[in-house]
T-cell receptor
Framework: EDQVTQSPEALRLQEGESSSLNCSYT??????LFWYRQDPGKGPEFLFT???AGEEKEKERLKATLTKKESFLHITAPKPEDSATYLC?????????????FGSGTQLTVLP | GAVVSQHPSWVICKSGTSVKIECRSL??????MFWYRQFPKQSLMLMAT?????????EQGVEKDKFLINHASLTLSTLTVTSAHPEDSSFYIC??????????????FGPGTRLTVL
């Protein structure tokens, strides 16, 4: 069964304390793994797409990596404004449809 | 990145009335748009997939007669919640997928619409 699982559910960091968020997946034939950031009361904001194992992408203090079974979102020296829920998603194919299935998210809080 | 707008951003209505939510892709054409629902502290739940010019495909458990979706153009999809009841109160988010072959497209999300039914 295709699944997307994120951990931890919640993470509290001090400003400047680096850490990683995990997204593990089981899907036959990965067609991309997506990371989004969601602030309270807003829609998800696109961050990265990773397509193949070994691929890495960076944006400011964020770096996403991908293996054959999981993806990590590394946050280096986070700031309070990085506080948000981070969602990963994988497209599952159902017939002719391609739909993103989301993990439950990691709620990140960065304390000043 | 691509921009998706939603209108209204919030709406309060009385039980039994209908509410229409618009979703627009502002700087790209979207053959496919999606509608999600999100409850507090939960992840996004896909309600339906709409393709321009054809009927929407609803997820299991979503009432198609209650949640009417129209995707009349490549930049506009609407969700109408008919005869809304308090249990329909939620955060509704649309997304639009950029065109491209499998593996190269991306879904961009609107800012969401907070619906409160009294």
């Amino acid at each position: 069964e295709d699944q997307v699982t994120q951990s931890p559910e919640a993470l509290r960091l001090q400003e400047g304390e680096s850490s990683s968020l995990n997204c593990s997946y089981t899907v036959s034939g990965l067609r991309g793994l997506f990371w989004y950031r969601q602030d309270p009361g807003k829609g998800p904001e696109f961050l990265f797409t990773l397509y193949s194992a070994g691929e890495e992408k960076e944006k400011e203090r964020l770096k996403a990596t991908l293996t054959k079974k999981e993806s990590f979102l590394h946050i280096t020296a986070p700031k309070p404004e990085d506080s948000a829920t981070y969602l990963c998603a994988v497209p599952f194919s159902s017939g002719s449809a391609r739909q993103l299935t989301f993990g439950s998210g990691t709620q990140l809080t960065v304390l000043p | 990145g691509a921009v998706v707008s939603q209108h209204p951003s919030w709406v309060i209505c009385k039980s039994g009335t209908s509410v229409k939510i618009e979703c627009r892709s502002l700087d790209f054409q979207a053959t496919t748009m999606f509608w999600y629902r999100q409850f507090p502290k939960q992840s996004l739940m896909l309600m339906a997939t709409s393709n321009e010019g054809s009927k929407a495909t609803y997820e299991q458990g979503v009432e198609k007669d209650k949640f009417l979706i129209n995707h009349a153009s490549l930049t506009l999809s609407t969700l109408t919640v008919t005869s809304a009841h308090p249990e329909d109160s939620s955060f509704y988010i649309c997304s639009a997928r950029t065109s491209g072959r499998w593996g190269t497209d991306t879904q961009y999300f609107g800012p969401g619409t907070r619906l409160t039914v009294l």
